[in-house]
């Protein structure tokens, strides 16, 4: 028996000096290429402070053809309204319908405000109406942009009704968020005031919302890609049979794959949520303790995934479209850039499988509204869903190695 724990302390020792030198290569080859450390601190800067600012999903710089047949008083207030904001501009004052529908067939302007003849005369008898031709090649656009123009001329109507309630002596009224005031009833007279408060980002800053998401996929790709990268360089060099010929374990060799890109990952983490806090003034409700817990186990599930691929790959071609297939994928049905809830039901089963969805899932939670792995059970179970992948893709990958003696 003394033997045997004998020899296995001494497997255990030689193991762990095997894995030192093959980590110290790994990091040596990593290090060889000038390229990629400067991409492992260049990608994360570049996604953080650029992407942002452009993968936005808030409507802005809308452009509108105004056609006012009226050209009264009010409806140059009207104008000068939608004006105001900084979503809107008039980029076209039609004299005629066709003249504005040929400016959105031409690309020039998005949506088209017609205003009729006898609007301010119909505004004071309570029955005016505005029409609002919308593009809809981009539905989200359209729908948005005409939704913002509604509440605008519902906000104007209701300051122009509260005053008009004024002139014909039924006193003052407040016309802050009023609506559906009716004035042909004036003795049921009332007001509605809407206070909308908005959790967790009351100031709607989608660079809020996003910072979370592009830092996953930032980890996804820089973890996942370089690791497949990696073995196939070296099936290509030749480098690998050394390794092949060698009374190593593949389970050892595997995991001198994995530690290295741990270790990357925490760093392209950190760059991600220091940038965050510095440029944007962003910081981890929940604190980032939790974060980089569910950050370790998320960095082998996509390494893990990453070796895989590598290993029923021969060249980089190989690697290259298979990694970029099943990243596309897990990228479009895990939540980043769209609503998992909005996607159809066979869709939503999908994300089930998908390690993305769970920690965009855990990261937003934390990031946003404060959860933690000591007070939110809901977490506990995304990340017991990841430590499922992790073990099931590094498992495989160590199967799937083959190793010629």
């Known amino acids: 028996m003394r033997a045997i724990f004998v020899a296995f302390l001494d497997a255990l020792s030689r193991a762990k000096s095997d894995l030192g030198f093959l980590v110290q290569k790994e990091f040596k080859q990593f290090f060889r290429n000038s390229f990629l450390p400067r991409m492992l601190v260049g990608f994360p800067i570049v996604a953080i402070l650029v992407i942002p600012w452009v993968a936005n999903m808030e409507i802005k710089n809308i452009n509108l053809s105004i056609v006012d047949f009226d050209k009264s008083t009010l409806s140059n207030e009207l104008i000068a309204k939608i004006e105001a904001g900084d979503y809107f501009k008039v980029v076209q004052n039609a004299l005629s319908f066709e003249s504005a529908k040929e400016c ?15 609007f301010e005369a119909n505004m004071l008898s309570q029955s005016a109406s505005i029409a609002l031709y919308a593009n809809a090649i ?15 001329i519902t906000e104007f109507s209701a300051e122009k009704n509260a005053k008009i309630l004024n002139w014909q002596g039924f006193g003052t009224t407040s016309a802050t968020n009023t609506t559906n005031v009716n004035l042909s009833n004036t003795a049921n007279l009332g007001n509605l005031e809407i206070l909308s408060l908005y959790a967790y980002n009351p100031h709607l800053d989608y660079k809020l919302y996003m910072i979370p998401a592009l830092t996953v996929m930032v980890l996804t790709l820089l973890c996942g890609f370089l690791p497949a990268f990696n073995i196939i360089g070296e099936k290509q060099s030749g480098n690998i049979e050394q390794i092949n010929v060698s009374p190593l374990p593949k389970s050892l060799f595997i995991i001198s794959k994995v530690i290295p ?6 760093v392209v983490i950190s760059v991600c949520f220091l940038l965050a806090f510095v440029v944007y003034g962003f910081a981890s409700r929940g604190g980032y303790g939790s974060i980089f817990v569910f950050a370790l186990v998320y960095i082998l599930v996509v390494t ?11 060249t980089m071609q190989q690697a290259m479209f298979v990694s970029y297939f099943f990243i596309l994928i897990l990228i479009l049905l895990s939540g980043l850039f769209t609503s998992i809830k909005s996607m159809p039901l066979w869709a939503q ?5 998908n390690p993305l969805r769970y920690f965009i899932e855990s990261l937003r939670a934390i990031f946003l509204k404060g959860d933690n792995l000591l007070d939110s059970p809901f977490l506990w179970w995304d990340l017991c869903a990841l430590v499922g992948f992790a073990l099931v893709f590094n498992l495989w990958a160590i199967v799937s190695y083959k190793k010629q003696s």
């Open 261 to 266: 890109y741990w270790i990357m990952g925490i």
């Open 104 to 118: 959105i067939y031409l690309a020039k302007c998005d949506i088209i405000v017609e205003i009729p003849n006898d």
């Open 304 to 314: 893990g995934l990453g070796l895989v691929i590598s290993n029923y790959s021969n």
């Open 138 to 152: 981009n539905s989200t656009k359209g729908t948005l942009g005409a939704g913002y123009l509604s509440n605008i």
């Open 349 to 353: 089963m999908l994300t089930l499988a």
